[in-house]
């Protein structure tokens, strides 16, 4: 069976918190800001390919968090202290004086500002030793060593105004200032600017404080007319030194924290040149000229980069490159962008008022330039649409009243004859008082990134561009090394800091494969994975999980009812084949239903079923959904009914699935369906024979934790904590999970643990980690 090319994944924003399989949702209220409670998932279970066998990290939803099934192993015998611990319910600790560092009482006594010690200092567990098993290799890393600098680093505090918030314009300023004062007033040395309030220097300015004039000048518009002055006053005054004697006795394992100080001025040096050269986004850079540009559909197309990192590794100091894409916006006339987002031709035809809101919404916030005038480029910055077409648009010309056709003015100003005047006109400026451009003179400048939601398509698009193979990858990564030519970066030769050209060498090893342990019943009743695959081949699941009542709504067009009904009647079959205790027939036969009434749809649907059901006492334990392979939001819509509104468990297949009708196919959908429902599909033979070292010795949890935030521009949406925890010992394949909705954008999970006060109980723990363990202790009945 030939290998896959592996793909980037794609971070998406998950659905709201959601609870399990049946019944209500248990929820816990939060304590932290901007929390709404966090919402207990049923035990999951890792899943693998059936067709290549290739592990998954992702968990899926199994059948319900109080309903765990215990591992066919010993009890548990006596907890470790540390569980026991976590579960007690905390004392307040003693009070205990705060003792002040030696540098905060300096600062006190002169009256300056203290240094803060990092918050994001890393501290590294020691190594315990290095590894013996499986077979020696040696590859490649997308990592460049870099040599410490043996420099004097200065650090000065820099205050423009009027201040602007746009880093743009403050390297142009800094960059100005350069330019003019080098020689005279830096001593000449050449200063790096993080775009905001740091500068960095090797070695001292010939001043403390100083200020200075700094006049930009506006881009060339090509009008001949005089630009436009804009003036600013900059004052640099040192801030303190930059410590790499620290940076040099952690690399050298002297030193527990690596100090992020020094790490960011490093960086900060290296991203100056291609801050110049390209388009910077994040911890990215990209350009045109970096690769070949792909279209995504709807007006935008994918540009090439790389992502740039310096970094502290046991080599030493590295630099951190790898490739990457994002999107951009088409640099097109307006109309011709139009017509890609309305995948329909506009240029004889008026917009319909669905239509004119899209391009509105899509326009809003991009620069445009204006082409009526030859070489005079004027750009401006598009803050509405016109609800009007051209053709009907006045505006006063004078004090005294007379008003001017937007044709007429057109005509006679620039001797421009508008052809579509039945579109409306792109609005520019000030809100209170617009100023009007026919949308056939303008065209969008290069180089805007489009930072709003891609659809399935453009992501699927973009993904294609982004996957390579290891090979090509690393000629990637090494020409673009050679590109941007650290070796002779003037920043990096003036701090000190040689890069080199080739990826680093690590020592690896080839582990061996795991042995898979499966259901007795099967022919073959463990596996031994080859090269990382494995199938369900004579394979039973080593426990089936059960679904006495399913159901199936087809939502592709293309899919006639026959062919539903027959691929429904072979994935039942191969789910009871593999091991489960799946019925073979649904309550009711496959419904087609339309797209855009998925919730109308599953709703009336699930009442029809529960209406044959609910006499009976029984409960829907899966649905089957057939939807169209470019699907856009129905999947998410599919799943935030059935799990929020319905409380059932949903598994999706796509048409092309459906008309493959091949076993290898069906056995992966029959996988994902049992560890849904409770089910385990394999477990590994060395847990079982308690040969995993740590997590087998003594009964122990597996947690997994991670925050997912909202998409660019969604700035009022909460940003998705969730926490795994393994469920089964000494297996732990079974996890429940939980997922917490909190502030915006915050990283610490702010319901991990939480203590409250209790009027009568006084401190009472709880948060995720406590409600997943109790799961864990009442899987024992301890």
């Not at 029984?618 to 599919?638: A, F, Q, T, V």
Request: hydrophobic share 35%.
């Amino acid at each position: 069976m030939g290998s896959r090319r592996g793909r980037p994944q794609q971070q998406q924003y998950p659905p709201p918190a959601r609870g399990g399989g049946r019944g209500p949702i248990p929820q816990q209220q939060g304590g932290g800001r901007g929390t709404q409670g966090f919402t207990a998932a049923p035990p999951q279970h890792p899943r693998h390919d059936a067709a290549a066998g290739r592990g998954r990290g992702r968990a899926a939803r199994g059948d319900g968090p109080s309903s765990p099934a215990p591992a066919a192993a010993g009890p548990l015998g006596r907890l470790p202290p540390e569980l026991r611990q976590a579960m007690e319910d905390p004392s307040p600790p003693p009070a205990q004086p705060v003792p002040v560092p030696a540098q905060a009482e300096a600062a006190a006594a002169t009256g300056q500002a203290a240094i803060p010690a990092s918050s994001k200092a890393i501290r590294f567990p020691l190594r315990p030793g290095k590894g013996s098993a499986g077979t020696r290799c040696l590859v490649k890393a997308n990592h460049f060593i870099a040599q410490l600098p043996d420099k004097d680093l200065h650090h000065y505090h820099v205050s423009i105004t009027p201040e602007v918030t746009s880093r743009v314009v403050n390297r142009a300023v800094i960059h100005e200032l350069v330019n003019l004062h080098r020689a005279a007033y830096l001593g000449g040395r050449l200063p790096a600017y993080d775009g905001r309030k740091s500068l960095y220097t090797a070695g001292p300015l010939p001043f403390a404080s100083k200020e200075f004039q700094i006049t930009l000048l506006d881009d060339d518009d090509g009008s001949g007319a005089q630009r436009r002055q804009r003036n600013f006053k900059v004052v640099i005054k040192f801030a303190a030194r930059a410590d790499l004697h620290r940076l040099g006795m952690f690399l050298a394992g002297r030193h527990a924290e690596a100090p992020q100080e020094a790490l960011q001025v490093l960086d900060i040096v290296l991203r100056e040149l291609p801050s110049a050269r390209y388009a910077p986004f994040g911890r990215s850079f990209f350009s045109p000229d970096l690769g070949r540009r792909q279209p995504l559909g709807d007006g935008l197309e994918s540009w090439r980069g790389f992502y740039q990192s310096i970094r502290p590794t046991q080599m030493g100091l590295s630099l951190n490159i790898d490739m990457s894409a994002t999107a951009f916006i088409e640099p097109l006339p307006v109309i011709d962008y139009a017509a890609q987002l309305l995948r329909s031709d506009i240029h004889s035809r008026p917009l319909s008022d669905a239509e004119r809101v899209k391009i509105k919404k899509a326009l809003r916030g991009v620069k445009v330039e204006v082409t009526h005038r030859g070489n005079m480029r004027r750009k401006y910055r598009i803050s509405g649409l016109t609800t009007q077409a051209t053709r009907e648009l006045t505006f006063p010309v004078d004090e005294g009243g007379t008003v001017k056709s937007v044709v007429q003015y057109f005509q006679e100003t620039y001797g421009f004859a508008i052809q579509h005047t039945y579109l409306p006109c792109l609005q520019v400026g000030n809100q209170q008082r617009p100023n009007y451009l026919p949308m056939e003179v303008c065209k969008i400048v290069e180089g805007q990134r489009y930072s709003k939601r891609l659809n399935q398509n453009q992501i699927r698009a973009l993904l294609d561009e982004t996957c390579q193979y290891p090979r090509d990858r690393e000629r990637d990564i090494t020409q673009m090394v050679k590109h941007n030519a650290y070796q002779e970066d003037p920043y990096a030769k003036e701090f000190g800091i040689k890069i080199s050209d080739r990826l680093a060498s690590v020592d690896a090893r080839i582990l061996p494969a795991p042995r898979l342990k499966y259901n007795e019943t099967g022919r073959e009743k463990d596996c031994l994975p080859r090269v990382g695959q494995w199938n369900m081949m004579n394979k039973k699941m080593v426990n089936g999980g059960k679904v006495r009542s399913w159901m199936c709504v087809n939502f592709a067009r293309n899919v006639p009812d026959k062919l539903a009904r027959d691929f429904c009647h072979q994935l039942a079959q191969m789910c009871q084949d593999s091991g489960m205790d799946f019925a073979l027939e649904p309550v009711l036969p496959p419904m087609s239903a339309r797209p855009d009434q998925v919730e109308r749809a599953l709703k009336a649907r699930y009442h029809e079923a529960m209406n044959i059901l609910g006499p009976q006492r029984r409960e829907l334990d899966l649905l089957i959904g057939i939807l169209p392979d470019n699907n856009g939001s129905l999947y998410g819509d599919l799943k935030r009914v059935c799990e929020i509104d319905l409380g059932i468990v949903s598994q999706c297949c796509c048409t092309k699935q459906v008309f493959k009708l091949n076993k290898q196919i069906y056995a992966n959908i029959a996988l994902k369906i049992n560890v849904k429902v409770g089910g385990r599909n394999t477990v590994l033979v060395d847990a079982l024979s308690r040969r995993i070292p740590l997590v087998t010795d003594r009964p122990t949890i597996i947690f997994g934790a991670d925050v997912t935030h909202p998409h660019p521009g969604e700035d009022s949406s909460p940003s998705i904590a969730a926490v795994v925890a393994s469920q089964d010992w000494p297996e732990v394949t079974r996890y429940a999970g939980l997922v917490s909705a909190q502030a915006h954008r915050q990283e610490l999970i702010e319901d991990l643990y939480k203590v409250r006060q209790d009027p009568q109980k006084g401190p009472v723990s709880s948060g995720m980690i406590r409600y997943t363990a109790r799961l864990f202790l009442n899987s024992y009945n301890l």
